[in-house]
């Protein structure tokens, strides 16, 4: 009897949210006499504007699956409330858009609607593709019409009740989501504005590297603070990721120059890191054919950011400092040095310059040494003799955690014990 009355009040609740939410949050149509076009571009200068502004996106990434064909999607995002399939975005009329109407694109960047009217779930980082301009939004579309169609429909999403309920997301976007055009600033410089447009608006890298609430929403008081998402270890096991604070502090990017910041993003490594995980395919379908005058816009607005703190760590003792050094010494002493101060030939540094190493989630560490970091591909021009072996085999949870610890402890890290239950749940 208890539990019918729990069902019921919860039905009703249900009934509530979605009967307010239609009635304060209704769907945004913009019609095609708003759009206002402020450069004449030729068609060929559309398409290729538009191949640059979609390549900024890293479309590819998300709508191409690995043996799939071009923007195709299909692409499965693993979320606490069931999975996501990307949607195929080629010119196809029947399986994906080639039907739409500029209006019909425009609406759903903006405002995070289908053509028909139901929302979108912000899988689709529409929280950040709002910021785009009209003109920008409008030569995506014409270099998507200009590309192959592919008659695919992806799989249907398998999400949970009640989250498999589209129109709950107007009572979502009406508590998280604000549409609009990136705002310049005026007391900022044209190239600080450049690169908080590309960096909040197309290149959406908040949707990783920022925190998000019990609703998948991103905590704004944490922004480019560091996040965690579920990505491939290997071709078919998803595991959590963290993707480290961004913002101005000891352990974030203030631990990288400019330069170095600008490397990574052009060339995929530093003198500090080697991209691996998901970071490879922003490098290598995006930011890399970038312009330089764009990179260096990126880097300027990421390097303003301002601090957002880390929890402060606790300091290990000196049984696991030891029991972590001589598994250290053991298995990766020889190519990172006693030092931790790396190699040029053998392997990147550990010490201080890694802001894998210095995130206050040990995850996307803790799967570098269990599964080998996963290097770009195509590969990269061979910088390291020999590839990272994995370690999933050869150690044990407590063994990971005190190797992964005592890293984190050594050569001015301070990042933070790895406890062997956060070693099993990376397994």
């Known amino acids: 009897m208890i539990l019918n009355i729990r069902n019921i009040a919860l039905a009703l609740l249900l009934v509530l949210l979605v009967s307010a939410s239609v009635i304060l949050w209704r769907v945004p149509v913009i019609e095609a006499g708003a759009i206002v076009h402020s450069e004449d571009l030729s068609p060929g200068e559309l398409v290729a504007r538009g191949e640059y502004l979609v390549t900024a996106g890293n479309c590819a990434s998300c709508h191409t699956t690995q043996d799939g064909a071009f923007m195709s999607g299909g692409l499965p995002f693993r979320t606490p ?11 196809d009329p029947l399986t994906g858009i080639g039907n739409w109407s500029d209006i019909d694109f425009l609406n759903s960047l903006r405002h995070g609607v289908r053509p028909d009217g139901d929302h979108l779930y912000p899988a689709f980082p529409y929280t950040a593709y709002t910021k785009a301009s009209d003109d920008d939004i409008l030569a995506m579309f014409a270099y998507l019409k200009s590309i192959k ?7 249907q999403n398998d999400l949970i009740f009640p989250f498999n309920y589209r129109p709950l997301m107007a009572f979502w ?27 909040e608006a197309l290149a959406h890298c908040s949707a990783c590297h920022s925190p998000r609430n019990s609703l998948g929403a991103e905590r704004a008081a944490a922004h480019m603070g560091g996040g965690e998402f579920l990505d491939l270890v290997a071709r078919h096991h998803y595991r959590p990721w963290s993707a480290p604070n961004l913002s101005a502090t000891e352990r974030g990017l203030a631990l990288w120059s400019e330069q170095d910041l600008a490397d ?11 991209s691996f995980g998901p970071m490879n395919e922003v490098i290598i379908n995006s930011t890399r054919y970038l312009e ?70 040990p995850a996307s560490m803790i799967n570098a040494i269990l599964y080998g970091p996963h290097l770009p591909s195509p590969p990269l021009q061979p910088k ?10 050869l150690l044990d949870d407590e063994e990971v955690a005190a190797a992964a610890t005592f890293i984190r402890h050594s050569w001015g890290n301070a990042s933070g014990m790895v406890t062997a239950d956060q070693v099993a749940r990376q397994r």
């Open 173 to 199: 976007k009406l508590l998280y989501f604000q549409p609009g055009v990136y705002e310049v600033r005026e007391d900022q410089s044209e190239q600080w504005n450049r690169g908080a447009y590309l960096v």
């Open 149 to 155: 169609p592919v008659r695919i429909s992806p799989p």
């Open 292 to 361: 330089a005058q764009d990179i260096g816009a990126m880097v300027t607005y990421l390097k303003s950011l301002e601090a957002v703190p880390e929890r402060e760590a606790t300091a290990p003792g000196p049984e696991i400092m030891g029991r972590g050094r001589t598994i250290y010494n053991l298995h990766c002493g020889t190519c990172h040095l006693p030092t931790g101060e790396g190699d040029p030939d053998m392997a990147p540094r550990l010490d201080r310059g890694s802001l894998v190493v210095q995130d206050e989630n």
């Open 81 to 91: 409330f069931g999975t996501i399939y990307s949607t195929n975005i080629t010119p």
């Open 264 to 274: 990574y993003l052009k060339t995929a490594r530093n003198d500090m890191l080697e």
């Open 384 to 393: 390291w003799r020999e590839p990272m072996e994995d370690f999933q085999y």
